[in-house]
């Protein structure tokens, strides 16, 4: 190999790296700031690429990308003096990167702790001026009122709020826990009530029924006695009817019916004398003297 290829390789070599010191893309996703000793040159906010001066310029790349930052839960008093644990997320972009490098520096993740303090305190002023109910229908209103002072407060350091939104809020334990007794206690005292009405209402139907079949008993009894009394009359006018047709066979009728009731079981004694008349229709009939 001969001088002038060394010096050729050689050539290219530091053409290579002069081109790389000298040469930088930015990406559609980037934004890009020329540095040179601690100065901004220019801002580049379109992709494609560019030239700096080698060694003595450097670029610093910005995300132009919506980025987010969660904000842990927080105690939060709200209007009606309810305490409550909010948690965040926030949503926002590098609008000017220059503004940004300004006040922040060159790293972009230090924009976070400043952006929670800032959502935070808007969080706060909101949510204290409003009540748990509000914060309920009308959310939508809520967030964009704290979003509207956030981005009022961010403007000096090149970044846009795009949105914040609250994931949840939660009471905290020890109202929790209160709050929890008194739905219980209060759905018990709902219960007893209810129970107690429930009660008053039963006896007032059991009293109501029992005084309607008494009074059913009463008029059901009353109606048996004035058909039996009807029975027992019409039985007795009948009876008077038929003795007085055949007094013979009336007698004759009744005293077999004692019969009856006296000898049918068998095991009845009678003791009379024998010529008691209550015996005249056991006896043999007596001798016919014209015979």
Do not use: C, H
Request: glycine share 6%.
């Amino acid at each position: 190999m001969n001088r002038f290829t060394i010096a050729g390789i050689a050539a290219i070599a530091v053409l290579a790296l002069l081109a790389n010191a000298t040469l930088f893309t930015v990406a559609q996703t980037e934004q890009v700031l020329v540095v040179q000793f601690g100065e901004v040159v220019r801002p580049i906010d379109k992709p494609g690429l560019y030239v700096k001066l080698p060694l003595m310029q450097n670029i610093i790349t910005f995300d132009r990308r919506l980025l987010a930052v969660e904000l842990p839960g927080e105690e939060v008093i709200l209007g009606d003096q309810r305490r409550l644990i909010v948690d965040s997320v926030t949503v926002f972009r590098i609008s000017d990167p220059l503004r940004f490098y300004q006040a922040i520096g060159p790293v972009p993740d230090n924009i976070r702790s400043r952006l929670n303090s800032i959502v935070s305190g808007s969080l706060r002023r909101v949510l204290g001026n409003n009540k748990l109910e509000v914060l309920s229908i009308d959310r939508e209103r809520i967030m964009t009122t704290i979003r509207g002072q956030a981005n009022t407060e961010m403007q000096g350091f090149g970044v846009t709020i795009e949105d914040v939104r609250i994931r949840r809020a939660d009471l905290p334990q020890e109202n929790t826990q209160a709050i929890l007794s008194r739905m219980q206690s209060e759905r018990q005292r709902v219960a007893a009530q209810a129970r107690a009405e429930g009660a008053e209402v039963s006896q007032r139907i059991k009293a109501d029924a029992e005084r309607e079949r008494t009074v059913l008993v009463a008029d059901a009894r009353a109606t048996a006695d004035n058909l039996r009394g009807e029975g027992e009359g019409e039985a007795t006018k009948i009876y008077a009817q038929s003795f007085g047709r055949d007094t013979e066979f009336f007698s004759f009728w009744r005293t077999l019916q004692g019969y009856r009731d006296i000898f049918e079981t068998g095991a009845a004694r009678l003791v009379v004398s024998p010529n008691n008349d209550y015996l005249r229709y056991l006896q043999a009939p007596p001798a016919d003297p014209s015979r």
